[in-house]
């Protein structure tokens, strides 16, 4: 089964601060796409980075960046000097290369920013 | 920027009767998505769409659940008896092989079943 596992279902950071979600994932298949999504209390689902997993340089977004470990299917979000407005709900996933396949999801992991 | 659209923004239903969730994907984009999301649960597939038919559909799209394209920029998620269960945030999203398989997601519509 592809799964993904967001082990930490509460994080909370000072203003300012870093902090960094945790994402693991399985899968057999070696081409893929895999994503932060952020959900905020408005219930939207907002894109905040992406990366290929072809790629070894790992993607940055402004104050975001990733920190891609392949081998050990690892996938975790980082995100800098973290403002009031970063406060949400985090969802990693992933999607299948080469075909119009469904994203899988993490459970997510509540972000609370502290001021 | 180019984005998905979604009607309505919340709606109240009573168990039994039927209810059309409506999505305006990306203009461009060739791949048409349902997702649904519990309150306080993940986010789920329902089913995918690609060439007015569909190409992948998950164990919880049953026999009351049906989509369709009626004309060129409408996409319709159809729930046919609804149940207390079915109460959820449903998510239409579209990509296309351009955009590098990104997702791109609606706001979503709330669905309360009373």
């Known amino acids: 089964a592809q799964t993904v596992t967001q082990s930490q279902p509460e994080m909370s950071v000072q203003e300012a601060e870093t902090v960094t979600l945790s994402c693991t994932y399985d899968?057999?298949?070696?081409?893929?796409?895999l994503f932060w999504y952020k959900q905020p209390p408005s219930r939207q689902m907002i894109l905040v980075i992406r990366?290929?997993?072809?790629?070894?340089q790992n993607a940055t977004e402004n104050r975001f960046s990733v920190n891609f470990q392949k081998a050990a299917k690892s996938f975790s979000l980082k995100i800098s000097d973290s403002q009031l407005g970063d406060a949400a709900m985090y969802f990693c996933a992933y999607i299948l290369v080469g075909s119009a396949r469904q994203l899988t999801f993490g459970s997510g992991t509540q972000l609370t920013v502290l001021p | 920027e180019p984005e998905v659209t979604q009607t309505p923004s919340h709606q109240v239903t009573q168990m039994g009767q039927e209810v059309i969730l409506r999505c305006v994907p990306i203009?461009?984009?060739?791949?048409f998505y349902w997702y649904r999301q519990i309150l306080g649960q993940k986010v789920e597939f329902l089913v995918s769409f690609y060439n007015n038919e569909i190409s992948e559909k998950s164990e919880i799209f049953d026999d009351q659940f049906s989509v369709e394209r009626p004309d060129g920029s409408n996409f319709t998620l159809k729930i046919r008896s609804t149940k207390l269960e079915d109460s959820a945030m449903y998510f239409c999203?579209?990509?296309?092989?351009?955009?590098?398989?990104?997702?791109?997601f609606g706001e979503g519509s709330w669905l309360t079943v009373v």
């Open positions: 203009s461009n984009h060739l791949y």
């Open positions: 899968t057999s298949e070696s081409d893929y796409y």
């Open positions: 990366q290929e997993a072809y790629k070894q």
């Open positions: 999203a579209s990509t296309n092989r351009d955009s590098g398989n990104t997702i791109y």
